[in-house]
C-alpha cells in the first residue's frame, strides 16, 4: 500500500501520518458508537416529553478541551518537526541542479554530467536540488523519500533528501503542467558510492555549471568587460559577495543568494548597489535558466563557495568522505548568511571590499 521508505526522513512522516490515522480512529469510533447507542437508549418514547435539565460539569467540560488541545498540539509539532527537517537545506549537500521544462527533468551535476528524466545519486549522502522552470509550475516529487516541492518558474526552489536504500525510485511531476504532464517523470537511481563513482566516471561531464559560467561570464556574455576589476570596471565586483549583503542605492540592504544574483542579471535595474550607475542592460531571453544556474554557480564560486561534489573514481568511501570534508565548509552557504544576518550597515556589506574575513577560504579561481 505504501511505497519504499528510502530516505532518511521517510518514516517520520510515516509516523506522521499513521498518528493522524490513529487520531482520526480513536476519535471518530467512539463518537459513531455514542450515536448509535444514545439514539437506540433515549429515542423518544412519549411525544413532547420534557428532559431532565442539566447545569454543566466542569469535570467533563475541563477533560474534553484538554484532550484535544493536547492532540492537535501534538499534531502541530509533529507537523513542524518533520517540515523543519526537509526543508532546511543541509550545508553539506552534494549540490544537483534541475531545471523543469514540458515535459521532461533537465539534470545536472555539479561535476558536469548531465542527465534527463534519471537522476543518479549515492545511498548515505545528503544531495540538495536547486530548480527552477523554463515554462510553467511543475512540481518535483520523490514518493519513496516523502518529499516533493514545487519548481516554480522566475525563482529557485530547493530540495534535500539523503537516500538510505540502493534503488530505483519514480520520480513524478506532481503539478499539473499541461498535455503531458503524466509523462513527466522518471527515476532516481540510488547507488553505492562505489557503483556511483563508477557510473560518474563512466559519463563525460563536460563542462561543470562553474565552468560553463565561467565561459558566459567571460566570453559569451561579455559581463567581464564591465564586471571585472581595473579601469574599466564599471559594474559592482562579484569576488566575494555570495552570503553577504549588498548595500543598495536608497540605503536599503540585500542579502546576496541566488535569487539575488538571478535578479540582478535579469533586472539589473530593480537593485543598483550603491555607488554605481543603472547602466547594466537586462539578459531577460538571452540566457537559458541552465545558463542562469551556471553563472550563479560561478559568481558564489567567485567567493569560495564551491558546489559540493562526490565521487570522481576514487572509490573508497573513506577518501570520499575525506574529500567531501574539505568541500564541506566552502559548500557551506548558510553559515555565511547566517552569520551576516542582523548586520546590515556593518562596513564588509560593500561588495567592492571582498574578503572580509568570515569568508571560507577555498576558492577555485
Ligand atoms: Cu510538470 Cu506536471
Given at each position: 500500500m505504501f511505497p519504499d521508505?528510502?530516505?532518511?526522513f521517510a518514516w517520520h512522516v510515516d509516523a506522521l501520518y499513521f498518528y493522524l490515522i490513529l487520531v482520526s480512529v480513536v476519535f471518530s469510533i467512539p463518537i459513531v458508537a455514542a450515536i448509535v447507542f444514545f439514539g437506540l437508549r433515549y429515542?423518544?418514547?412519549?411525544?413532547y416529553a420534557t428532559p431532565e435539565e442539566m447545569h454543566g460539569s466542569i469535570m467533563l467540560e475541563t477533560t474534553w478541551s484538554i484532550i484535544p488541545f493536547i492532540v492537535s498540539m501534538t499534531i502541530f509539532l509533529g507537523g513542524a518537526i518533520v517540515y523543519y527537517n526537509q526543508f532546511?537545506?543541509?550545508?553539506d549537500g552534494m549540490d544537483v541542479y534541475v531545471v523543469g521544462k514540458q515535459w521532461m527533468w533537465k539534470i545536472q551535476h555539479a561535476t558536469g554530467q548531465r542527465e534527463i528524466n534519471e537522476l543518479h545519486v549515492p545511498v548515505g549522502r545528503r544531495v540538495k536540488l536547486t530548480m527552477t522552470t523554463e515554462d510553467v509550475l511543475h512540481d518535483f516529487f520523490v514518493p519513496a523519500f516523502r518529499t516533493k516541492m514545487d519548481v516554480v518558474p522566475g525563482r529557485y526552489t530547493y530540495l534535500w533528501f539523503e537516500a538510505t536504500k540502493p534503488g530505483k525510485y519514480h520520480l513524478f511531476?506532481?503539478?499539473?503542467?499541461?498535455?503531458?504532464h503524466s509523462g513527466m517523470g522518471g527515476y532516481i537511481y540510488v547507488m553505492e558510492q562505489r557503483d556511483f563513482d563508477n557510473w560518474l566516471s563512466g559519463?563525460?561531464?563536460?563542462?561543470?555549471p562553474v565552468e560553463q559560467g565561467k565561459d558566459l561570464f567571460e566570453n559569451?556574455?561579455?559581463?567581464?568587460?564591465?564586471?571585472?576589476?581595473?579601469?574599466?570596471?564599471?559594474g559592482a565586483k562579484l569576488?566575494?559577495?555570495?552570503?553577504h549583503e549588498v548595500k543598495l542605492v536608497g540605503g536599503q540592504t540585500v542579502l546576496a543568494d541566488d535569487a539575488y544574483i538571478r535578479e540582478s542579471i535579469?533586472?539589473?535595474?530593480?537593485q543598483i548597489v550603491e555607488?554605481?550607475?543603472?547602466?547594466m542592460p537586462t539578459f531577460k531571453g538571452q540566457v537559458t535558466e541552465e545558463q542562469l544556474v551556471s553563472l550563479v554557480a560561478y559568481i558564489k564560486s567567485l567567493s569560495g563557495i564551491t558546489a559540493a561534489t562526490t565521487g570522481?573514481?576514487?572509490?573508497?568511501t573513506a577518501a570520499n568522505s575525506a574529500a567531501s570534508g574539505n568541500t564541506i565548509d566552502s559548500a557551506n552557504t548558510m553559515a555565511p548568511r547566517k552569520a551576516e544576518r542582523g548586520r546590515t550597515g556593518q562596513e564588509g556589506s560593500n561588495p567592492n571590499t571582498p574578503g572580509t574575513g568570515t569568508e571560507p577560504t577555498n576558492s577555485n579561481r
Open positions: 521508505q528510502a530516505s532518511t429515542r423518544e418514547k412519549e411525544k532546511r537545506m543541509p550545508d511531476c506532481a503539478e499539473y503542467c499541461g498535455l503531458n559519463n563525460v561531464s563536460g563542462q561543470t559569451k556574455l561579455g559581463c567581464a568587460s564591465c564586471h571585472a576589476g581595473g579601469p574599466q570596471q564599471r569576488e566575494g559577495i555570495y552570503g535579469l533586472n539589473p535595474s530593480a555607488g554605481f550607475q543603472p547602466i570522481g573514481g576514487t572509490g573508497s
